[in-house]
């Protein structure tokens, strides 16, 4: 597995279909053969980066998910 944002394989994994880079800080969620990124913000709560990547980029089988 390596994150679509840095490429890093310090990869974690907080539930079934939720992991968290701890290169770059961002959460990803598999659904439907897709990576859903987002930012945690301070107060907790997740923005999607999703508009910055290619659809192609997100592809789960691309990244080793």
Same mark, same amino acid.
């Given at each position: 597995?390596? $994150?679509?944002?840095?490429? *890093?394989?310090?990869? #974690?994994? =907080?539930?079934?279909?939720?992991?968290?880079?701890?290169? $770059?800080?961002?959460?990803? *969620?598999?659904?439907? #053969?897709? =990576?859903?990124?987002?930012?945690?913000?301070?107060?907790?709560?997740?923005?999607?980066?999703?508009?910055?990547?290619?659809?192609?980029?997100?592809?789960?089988?691309?990244?080793?998910?």
């Amino acid at each position: 597995m390596k $994150c679509p944002n840095c490429a *890093s394989k310090n990869i #974690g994994k =907080l539930s079934a279909k939720d992991y968290y880079c701890w290169n $770059c800080f961002i959460e990803l *969620s598999l659904e439907d #053969g897709r =990576l859903l990124l987002s930012q945690v913000e301070e107060d907790g709560s997740l923005t999607t980066l999703d508009d910055l990547f290619d659809v192609s980029e997100r592809e789960a089988k691309a990244n080793g998910f």
